[in-house]
């Protein structure tokens, strides 16, 4: 059996994916073949297309993504609790070998059944392939690190990623004061309808000085940083005594210096610290599931686009005007 992929032979900009039709074939031991009807779009597949991702893409013929939703196919030897017809969730898990080996831009793949996670009835394929990754980065850093209590003022910078929104949103679930920062202020009404309480655009002046002023001159008990770079230092002055500091990606690209601003935690936070621990796993599970039967948790869908225009969303992904999820669905 074969299937359309994005694949990519040299690093480079979005122009340098293209679709092939590549044998998968049936799956082997703990193995499942999933037929995919939407996958979600993340930076780090940018940063793996470009050559700045934390490993290197394995050329030629490197993959994508890891986040889709779809329906089971078929099941390999030693599979059980899975079957033909069910609709799924697919994500990365901690011993996955890559993306750039395993990535699931396509219309169907092969894939570790330990990567699904069952789909509700009540869930399609477009929120079934936003939803899981960035509510679990986000829970488990807020939640599961943080310890986010009611009350807590919580500072999300790069807020209208579908990770920033998600921590938005879980931290007004819980009662928490969620502080959207955000490079300019195009995206304000947006991220206040999505639950923020305050957002504060970083072109508009000192983000320190805007904290300490919303916080009462406290700071905020936790940051939730996915930018880092050189300006790291200076945000960790908005963090209150005690506080926390919790640093999860690197869209700067720039080196880091650590923060010297005492007395704070500083947290290097992946989402593999969630799935190390299946109990984690299971309470993660279970939060987004009732948060999303609640309505207070719902992913943004910015667009979405076919799988033959794989290379106009990646190039609307680098344009950085979304705000939430870019989808991609195939048609079968």
């Known amino acids: 059996m074969k299937a359309r992929t994005v694949l990519f032979d040299e690093l480079g900009g979005p122009e340098v994916l293209y679709l092939a039709d590549v044998e998968i074939g049936e799956p082997g031991p703990g193995q499942v073949r999933v037929r995919i009807d939407a996958f979600g779009l993340n930076r780090g597949e940018v940063f793996l297309r470009t050559g700045r991702y934390y490993y290197d893409a394995v050329l030629p013929g490197s993959r994508l993504g890891t986040e889709a939703a779809g329906v089971v196919e078929a099941v390999g030897p030693g599979v059980t609790g899975y079957a033909a017809g069910e609709a799924v969730s697919i994500v990365a898990k901690p011993n996955d070998e890559g993306m750039s080996v395993h990535g699931i831009y396509a219309d169907r793949a092969i894939v570790a059944a330990e990567r699904l996670i069952r789909r509700p009835e009540h869930m399609d394929a477009v929120t079934g392939a936003a939803i899981w990754v960035p509510a679990f980065t986000s829970y488990g850093a807020l939640v599961e690190v943080g310890g986010l209590q009611p009350g ?48 504060i655009a970083a072109d508009d002046g000192n983000v320190v000085k805007q904290v300490h002023a919303l916080t009462g001159e406290r700071g905020a008990r936790l940051i939730f940083d996915g930018v880092t770079g050189p300006d ?66 719902a992913p943004v869908i910015d667009r979405t686009f076919d799988l033959t225009d794989i290379v106009e969303a990646h190039r609307y992904m680098e344009s950085n005007t979304q705000v939430g999820k870019i989808v991609v669905t195939a048609r079968h």
């Open 152 to 199: 807590d003022d919580v500072v999300v910078t790069a807020a209208s990623s579908s990770v920033g929104l998600a921590a938005v949103q879980i931290a007004a679930h819980l009662g928490a004061t969620p502080i959207a920062v955000t490079r300019t202020g195009a995206k304000t009404d947006r991220l206040l309808a999505a639950g923020a309480k305050h957002v």
């Open 232 to 297: 790291l230092p200076d945000l960790a002055q908005a963090v209150a005594p005690d506080g926390m500091l919790i640093v999860y990606g690197s869209l700067d690209g720039r080196p880091t210096p650590l923060p010297m601003w005492w007395p704070i935690n500083v947290y290097g936070y992946a989402i593999f610290h969630l799935f190390a621990d299946e109990e984690r796993v299971l309470r993660a599970e279970t939060f987004i599931s009732d948060g999303l039967r609640a309505g207070a948790l």
